[in-house]
Nanobody, 113 residues
Framework: QVQLVESGGGLVQPGGSLRLSCAAS????????VGWYRQAPGKERELVAS???????NYLDSVRGRFTISRDITKNTVYLQMDSLKPEDTAVYYC???????WGQGTQVTVSS
């Protein structure tokens, strides 16, 4: 099965930007839909954005207009561009199939001044 590994997190000030990457170990085209999820301390994990094989995209209401999900099939990678970041975006971010299978380690995103 194709494995997904996320990267790109870090510390950023409010209003800043980060781009997360989700690299597939094989062809990303074999996966029907890939999603970015996040889990903040004390909260349940939630689906932030998803993209299907046919490039249909969906976003959580709280990130729509600020986050953009995209795919580069030449690099077998799905990206999450995060702009206008807010402290409430602080969480561990994961990429996974939709619906999800086993979880990786995730990448920490911290938005703080």
């Amino acid at each position: 099965q194709v494995q997904l590994v996320e990267s790109g997190g870090g510390l950023v000030q409010p209003g800043g930007s980060l781009r997360l990457s989700c690299a597939a170990s094989g062809s990303i085209f074999t996966i029907n839909a890939v999603g970015w999820y996040r889990q903040a301390p004390g909260k349940e994990r939630e689906l932030v954005a998803s993209i299907t094989r046919g490039l249909a995209k969906n976003y959580l209401d709280s990130v729509r207009g600020r986050f953009t999900i995209s795919r580069d099939i030449t690099k077998n990678t799905v990206y999450l561009q995060m702009d206008s970041l807010k402290p409430e975006d602080t969480a561990v971010y994961y990429c996974n199939r939709v619906p999800p299978t086993s979880w990786g380690q995730g990448t920490q995103v911290t938005v703080s001044s």
